[in-house]
């Protein structure tokens, strides 16, 4: 991968800098974090920069109409051109139902499209389990993952003819701030975990990836059993 700016909108999100660093390669580079003012986007600002990136921010809210989040991408790519984007944009703390499937599902698919536009090498879109088995508990997560993740579909054969390659991260539970105080179910991972399978996805310029592994099998079983002999919170 050549060495142009690399961007993570979500900049501050733990599940999102763990792939983003895995994917930089050696610094230095040109990197911007994405996302609201939070002391969280400045520790990740701060942690790539010790380790030697040139790290800006830039702001990005998930009400971005389309001119705004042109915008956005114009200022992050003004000198260096656009080579690495990763999407790390999700809620399960949504205030409404339309809130949660505009943050998770629109807000992404409107970006992805945007960003396939610039012509960069690689987009990671951090999609989930829920994209393939939604869930009545977190059911405007599920839409708007699911929104997110068919948006990505459709758009990869397209942004291929440019040279662009998306890959899609179906995880699973991974223990981050999402999901700080929920039980760990059986398969839950860590972002490092998540990260590693990644950076072995988009070596091997593969378009879906699941983490872990397992997760898909789990998927297609569990999609083939009726909701009602599951448990209430696998429904
Ligand atoms: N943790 C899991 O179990 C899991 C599993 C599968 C997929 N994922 C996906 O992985 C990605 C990263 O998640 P994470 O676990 O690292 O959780 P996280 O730390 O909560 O990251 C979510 C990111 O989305 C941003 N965000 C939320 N609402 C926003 C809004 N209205 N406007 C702009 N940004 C907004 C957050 O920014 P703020 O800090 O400003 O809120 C944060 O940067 C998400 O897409 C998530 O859906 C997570």
């Known amino acids: 991968m050549t060495a142009g700016t690399a961007l993570l ?57 389309a001119d705004e989040i042109e915008g956005m991408l114009t200022h992050a790519c003004t000198d260096h051109p656009l080579s690495l984007a ?21 807000s992404v698919a409107l970006l992805l499209r945007a960003l396939v536009q610039r012509g960069p ?60 105080g929920m039980a760990k179910p059986p398969l839950a991972t860590t972002p490092d975990r998540v990260a590693r399978a990644v950076a072995r996805a988009v070596h091997a310029r593969r378009r879906v990836v699941w983490v872990p592994r397992g997760m898909e099998l789990a998927v297609r079983i569990l999609n083939l059993v009726p909701r009602r002999l599951l448990p209430a919170g696998w429904r």
């Not at 003012?37 to 990136?53: F, H, K, V």
């Not at 990671?124 to 993952?145: D, E, H, N, T, W």
Request: aromatic fraction near 6%; glycine fraction near 10%.
């Open 9 to 65: 909108v979500g900049g501050s999100s733990e599940l999102g800098l763990a792939v983003l660093e895995e994917l930089l390669g050696p610094p230095p580079r040109r990197v911007v974090l994405a996302g609201r003012p939070s002391g969280e986007l400045w520790r990740n600002a701060e942690q790539l920069r010790d380790i030697g990136y040139y790290v800006t921010t830039a702001q990005y809210d998930a009400c971005l109409r």
């Open 86 to 106: 990763v999407v790390a944009i999700g809620t399960m703390s949504a205030e409404s139902f339309a809130e949660g499937i505009v943050v998770n599902g629109l």
């Open 121 to 180: 090498e690689q987009v990671v879109l951090l999609s989930s389990a829920a994209a393939v088995r939604p869930r009545q508990s977190i059911a405007a997560y599920s839409l708007g993952k699911q929104l997110a993740d068919s948006a990505a579909v459709l758009l990869a054969r397209q942004a291929a003819e440019s040279g662009v390659r998306i890959l899609i991260v179906r995880a699973g539970f991974v223990t981050t701030r999402m999901t700080a």
